[in-house]
Nanobody, 126 residues
């Protein structure tokens, strides 16, 4: 089992920045890929970013590329999502996810991930 706890969400004005954190505990040695997803009311959960164990491979949704940066601290078992130039459409609940699967074929899909956090709300105001 892996437990994931997100933090860092909040209210921010458009153009501002936030950094989300996701602390992993439990059998973290089995995790390989860490991801961030988001879900706005009435919408499906969508992929935001993912990073492999070493941090050498990162993947982003087109909508956040060049604005968001995913990183991880393997000593602290924590993954981060630095969000810059936030837009109104970035408003959503953000979820951290962990996958024990090898490879990257499905990193953009929710079914690739075994464990999920409870989510943290990000609200961008005008």
């Amino acid at each position: 089992q892996v437990q994931l706890v997100e933090s860092g969400g909040g209210l921010v004005q458009a153009g501002g920045s936030l950094t989300l954190s996701c602390a992993a505990s439990g059998r973290t040695f089995t995790t390989y890929t860490m991801g961030w997803f988001r879900q706005a009311p009435g919408n499906e959960r969508e992929f935001v970013a993912a990073i492999n164990l070493s941090g050498g491979n990162r993947y982003y949704a087109d909508s956040v590329k060049s604005r968001f940066t995913i990183s991880r601290d393997s000593v602290k078992n924590t993954v981060y999502l630095q969000m810059n130039s936030l837009k109104l459409e970035d408003t959503a609940a953000y979820y951290c996810a962990a996958s024990s699967l090898m490879g990257f074929a499905g990193v953009r899909t929710t079914r690739w991930y075994d464990y999920w956090g409870q989510g943290t709300q990000v609200t961008v105001s005008s």
